[in-house]
């Protein structure tokens, strides 16, 4: 992944944000996910192997930014440190990331395994 799709997809957290689309933190994710939402999730490249490997499992898609902090996705949407934050997978911003990172597959999950 090139440094201008990492600083789009960043924008696109951003703005996702302010558009009150984007889920932050393992917590909610995770809390998202057990009530039925669909999500895509994007991971700073120091979240924990376990927080990862739960969100594989639970997602079919799971972007993690090469060279992304915690504190550098935090920034990014508003807030000191996020180490991994989720899109619901039907919406433009997803559309848009998933586009930015050429995932195979079609993008993020229509369908996903509720194995938390």
Do not use: H, W, Y
């Not at 984007?22 to 376990?50: H, M, T, W, Y």
């Amino acid at each position: 992944m090139t440094g201008e799709a990492a600083r789009s997809i960043l924008s696109l957290l951003g703005l996702a944000r302010r558009a009150r689309e984007l889920v932050i933190g393992q917590d909610r994710v995770f809390g998202a996910l057990r009530a039925g939402r669909k999500l895509c999730a994007v991971a700073s490249e120091d979240c924990s192997p376990n927080v990862l490997r739960k969100a594989r499992r639970a997602m079919r898609d799971v972007v993690v930014i090469p060279g992304l902090t915690g504190e550098s996705l935090g920034v990014a949407v508003g807030i000191g440190r996020a180490k991994i934050v989720a899109l619901p997978s039907g919406s433009g911003f997803t559309r848009k990331i998933t586009d930015l990172v050429e995932i195979k597959g079609g993008g993020c999950a229509d369908e996903q395994d509720q194995n938390l």
